[in-house]
């Protein structure tokens, strides 16, 4: 069974940047594609980011396009999420999550990790 650490969330100012961190045992983590989700408090927990198992296929939220980068290094068992001019609306608990089949589909992440809060205020 996968277990996931994930690390990096905190405190930031508009416009700053965040790397978060998710870090998996308990299996290949090249047998899996990634994603990271997110859900802000009142709202139901949405997608953000994914990527392939070889990480040649990424995928993107359009409200993060361009200011996300999701990343993995399977040497190290970790993924990464890159998030740069964050706004206040990216504020919310973001969440790593696998899947054994295609990252293209939400409902196919089967196993998450605990989350870490990101927040962005001035």
């Known amino acids: 069974q996968l277990q996931f650490t994930e690390s990096g969330g905190g405190l930031v100012q508009p416009g700053g940047s965040l790397r978060l961190s998710c870090a998996v045992s308990?299996?290949?983590?090249?047998?899996?594609?990634m994603g990271w989700f997110r859900q802000a408090p009142g709202k139901e927990r949405e997608f953000v980011a994914g990527i392939s198992g070889g990480g040649g296929v990424t995928r993107y939220a359009s409200s993060v396009r361009g200011r996300f980068t999701i990343s993995r290094d399977n040497a190290k068992n970790t993924v990464y999420l890159q998030m740069n001019s964050l706004k206040p609306e990216d504020t919310a608990i973001y969440y790593c999550?696998?899947?054994?089949?295609?990252?293209?589909?939400?409902?196919?992440?089967?196993?998450w990790g605990q989350g870490t809060q990101v927040t962005v205020s001035s």
């Open positions: 308990g299996g290949t983590v090249d047998h899996y594609g």
């Open positions: 999550a696998a899947t054994s089949r295609s990252i293209w589909y939400n409902s196919y992440y089967d196993s």
